[in-house]
């Protein structure tokens, strides 16, 4: 009550009310007679104690009604809302999660969620939720001052959710709550799901017919004797033909990522021999292309590092068949490999002196079927190959990014961890996690 008497006189108008309510009642005992002095004094009275009841009351109002104001929104809105304080007591949980958890309000409000509860059938996923270690899969998207994104993804029956957290000071000021918004994206990766296994069964029912054309097409010219043009007509066909098997390769590789079913086998090999072998491998196509390469191999020895040789394969194959496609005539290919600066991985950059990359380009280099402006100067890429790119270095336990300069070149790094315990023990499907 104190308190709330003195933020009272804190305030500037009720501060002046306050004070010209006691000056008049001391002008009133000066100067009125006997009988109006006790009026006066009275009506004074009444005045002030009217203001007082006033105040506190719409003070009270006012703070019941800011306490009920996130409560109420949080009622239409799709996604669920959980908060809870710092002891798990839940404090609100709206309709949605009703639905996602298949729990009513009153077997929630006001429980304590303990470790323990996830015993409990009815109870488990909620609280796989408000313990995320203690969910089957959990991948965690964005984690910045007090506020984590996370995938949360359960099985039999499927249920896939996005999880926000985020740490909030509670109304009394002493403490925190925490809440969670839940956006539940089944629906969403069903969808997905059976686009890809769409995509999967036709890719591989495409097979068959296009190695026919295939065979027939090299057939007629190594078999025949075919006048030139015929010949050149035949070869651009098997080059389409070559470049249309090439992208549903690429779309089932793409569909094994998103189902997590890529399968990677890591072995503990000498990594710097085998980047030697497959430059070697490669220079005769450099070559070719007007194009001159050059290794720097690590200053120091490096231990021998685990990884799955065919995936690596790939993803080097991948940045150097983009170096010679973007590049200028004469122009170099440098490939250099070094251990990181915290000596906990290594680092393989392929760079060239190509046509370069916009900046607001970079940030989208590695999502599925992304071109820039400088892959106008040749259309025959698909988009796909830095996306398989990224996810099979990622799948290693290791990062990949970008530099360019437009008219200069580009610059790709990868690096893959030392540590054996740092390649994740399962394959994560990134259909189910998004991008």
Same mark, same amino acid.
């Given at each position: 009550?104190?308190?709330?008497?003195?933020?009272?006189?804190?305030?500037?108008? %009720?501060?002046?009310?306050?004070?010209?309510?006691?000056?008049?009642?001391?002008?009133?005992?000066?100067?009125?007679?006997?009988?109006?002095?006790?009026?006066?004094? !009275?009506?004074?009275? +009444?005045?002030?104690?009217?203001?007082?009841?006033?105040?506190?009351?719409? /003070?009270?109002?006012?703070?019941?009604?800011?306490?009920?104001?996130?409560?109420? @929104?949080? %009622?239409?809105?799709?996604?669920?809302?959980?908060?809870?304080?710092?002891?798990?007591?839940?404090?609100?949980?709206?309709?949605?999660?009703?639905? !996602?958890?298949?729990?009513?309000?009153?077997?929630?409000?006001?429980? #304590?969620?303990?470790?323990?509860?996830?015993?409990?059938?009815? &109870? #488990?996923?909620?609280?796989?939720?408000?313990?995320?270690?203690?969910?089957?899969?959990?991948?965690?998207?964005?984690?910045?001052?007090? @506020?984590?994104? %996370?995938?949360?993804?359960?099985?039999?029956?499927?249920?896939?959710?996005?999880?926000?957290?985020?740490?909030?000071?509670?109304?009394?000021?002493?403490? &925190?709550?925490?809440?969670?918004?839940?956006?539940?994206?089944?629906?969403? $990766?069903?969808?997905?799901?059976? #686009?890809?296994? &769409?995509?999967?069964?036709?890719?591989?029912?495409?097979?068959?017919?296009?190695?026919?054309?295939?065979?027939?097409?090299?057939?007629?010219? =190594?078999?025949?004797?075919?006048?030139?043009?015929?010949?050149?007509?035949?070869?651009?066909?098997?080059?389409? +033909?070559?470049?249309?098997?090439?992208?549903?390769?690429?779309?089932?590789? $793409? =569909? /094994?990522?998103?189902?997590?079913?890529?399968?990677?086998?890591?072995?503990?090999?000498?990594?710097?021999?085998? @980047?030697?072998?497959?430059?070697?491998?490669?220079?005769?196509?450099?070559?070719?292309?007007?194009?001159?390469?050059?290794?720097?191999?690590?200053?120091?020895?490096?231990?021998? @590092?685990?990884?799955?040789?065919?995936?690596?394969?790939?993803? !080097?194959?991948?940045?150097?068949?983009?170096?010679?496609?973007?590049?200028?005539?004469?122009?170099?290919? !440098?490939?250099?490999?070094?251990? =990181?600066?915290?000596?906990?991985?290594?680092?393989?950059?392929?760079?060239?002196?190509?046509?370069?990359?916009?900046?607001?380009?970079?940030?989208?280099?590695?999502?599925?079927?992304?071109?820039?402006?400088?892959? /106008?100067?040749?259309?025959?890429?698909?988009?796909?190959?830095?996306?398989?790119?990224?996810?099979?270095?990622?799948?290693?336990?290791?990062?990949?990014?970008?530099?360019?300069?437009?008219?200069?070149?580009?610059?790709?790094?990868?690096?893959?961890?030392?540590?054996?315990?740092?390649?994740? #023990?399962?394959?994560?499907?990134? +259909?189910?996690?998004?991008?």
């Amino acid at each position: 009550m104190i308190k709330n008497f003195i933020n009272l006189i804190k305030n500037p108008l %009720s501060g002046l009310f306050l004070l010209f309510t006691i000056i008049l009642a001391l002008l009133s005992i000066i100067y009125l007679p006997a009988v109006l002095k006790v009026v006066s004094f !009275i009506l004074s009275v +009444l005045i002030l104690a009217l203001f007082l009841l006033f105040y506190f009351e719409n /003070k009270k109002t006012n703070s019941n009604y800011k306490s009920q104001i996130p409560y109420d @929104i949080f %009622s239409i809105i799709m996604d669920g809302i959980i908060i809870y304080d710092s002891n798990f007591k839940i404090i609100y949980f709206n309709e949605s999660c009703e639905k !996602i958890f298949n729990l009513k309000k009153e077997e929630v409000l006001g429980k #304590q969620i303990k470790v323990s509860d996830a015993q409990d059938e009815r &109870f #488990q996923r909620l609280v796989q939720v408000i313990f995320p270690s203690l969910a089957p899969i959990v991948v965690h998207k964005e984690s910045k001052d007090d @506020i984590d994104i %996370s995938e949360i993804n359960f099985t039999e029956p499927d249920l896939f959710l996005r999880v926000l957290t985020a740490k909030i000071k509670n109304e009394k000021e002493d403490g &925190f709550n925490f809440v969670k918004v839940i956006h539940n994206r089944t629906s969403e $990766v069903q969808a997905l799901k059976s #686009q890809t296994e &769409f995509v999967t069964i036709a890719s591989h029912q495409l097979r068959t017919p296009l190695n026919e054309i295939r065979w027939g097409l090299e057939s007629l010219i =190594s078999g025949y004797n075919l006048e030139d043009s015929v010949k050149e007509i035949l070869n651009e066909l098997l080059n389409s +033909l070559k470049r249309l098997m090439n992208l549903i390769e690429s779309l089932l590789v $793409v =569909s /094994k990522i998103e189902e997590g079913k890529f399968g990677y086998n890591f072995e503990e090999l000498d990594y710097v021999e085998f @980047i030697k072998g497959i430059l070697e491998e490669y220079l005769p196509q450099i070559r070719r292309n007007g194009l001159n390469l050059y290794f720097n191999p690590p200053k120091e020895e490096i231990p021998k @590092i685990y990884f799955d040789k065919e995936k690596i394969y790939m993803v !080097i194959v991948n940045l150097l068949d983009n170096a010679v496609r973007y590049n200028v005539p004469n122009g170099n290919i !440098i490939v250099s490999i070094r251990q =990181s600066e915290d000596k906990e991985s290594i680092e393989t950059t392929v760079e060239d002196t190509g046509v370069g990359i916009a900046q607001e380009e970079l940030k989208n280099l590695f999502k599925k079927f992304s071109k820039t402006e400088s892959g /106008k100067i040749n259309t025959e890429g698909s988009g796909l190959g830095l996306y398989i790119t990224k996810n099979i270095i990622v799948s290693h336990g290791g990062k990949i990014w970008a530099e360019s300069e437009l008219k200069r070149g580009t610059k790709i790094t990868f690096s893959l961890p030392i540590k054996k315990e740092k390649i994740p #023990q399962t394959e994560v499907p990134t +259909l189910f996690f998004g991008e």
